[in-house]
């Protein structure tokens, strides 16, 4: 019944529900699929029948109406100076229209190291509008065994934000400091 519900919403759409070719869910999750590049995409829906397309396709709908979401790939790069940190990192979006609350971009506590780059595929309900800001939380994981090897807190770099759908990009540079809790906002973009 929800096929129904879902195929009804894509006919007032604002914007066309697409589905992205991917080799798996996973990789589709990680962000590395966003590309319509030469028509590879496929609209759900009312108009399904103007896009030729085939194969394996991926998309994110909402839990109820309006069911189209729209994508951000969120990448977050850790500074090359700081330590190893073990937890988990968050992400939360202020846009002009609306705001993305705090969303995990890791999927499990893990290492953290100097340079990584952590992405993560997220999905709201209707556009953000331009991102505003960028709020990165480091949760770090307690325990006697973590206390001693690991930081207290992750140094940002930058934060990327790519707007599904091949719109923009949005980077950001958080301020140097950070709060003992790795929780920082920056308001301007670098």
Request: glycine residues 6%; hydrophobic residues 35%.
């Amino acid at each position: 019944m929800r096929a129904v519900h879902i195929f009804t919403d894509s006919i007032n759409a604002k914007y066309p529900m697409m589905a992205y070719p991917c080799y798996s869910w996973q990789d589709f999750m990680k962000g590395y699929c966003l590309s319509c590049f030469n028509n590879r995409c496929q609209q759900l829906g009312y108009d399904a029948d103007l896009f030729p397309a085939k194969g394996i396709f991926y998309l994110t709908t909402m839990d109820s109406p309006p069911f189209q979401s729209s994508y951000y790939l969120i990448a977050v790069k850790i500074l090359q100076k700081s330590k190893n940190a073990y937890g988990k990192i968050a992400v939360a979006l202020q846009g002009s229209l609306r705001d993305l609350p705090l969303t995990s971009i890791t999927q499990h506590n893990q290492v953290i190291r100097p340079g990584d780059i952590i992405t993560s595929l997220t999905s709201a309900a209707g556009n953000l509008g331009n991102i505003m800001s960028v709020e990165v939380v480091y949760t770090k994981v307690d325990g006697i065994l973590y206390s001693w090897m690991y930081s207290d807190h992750v140094s940002i770099s930058m934060a990327l934000i790519y707007q599904g759908y091949g719109t923009a990009i949005e980077k950001f540079c958080p301020s140097p400091n950070t709060s003992k809790n790795g929780r920082y906002k920056n308001d301007g973009t670098c």
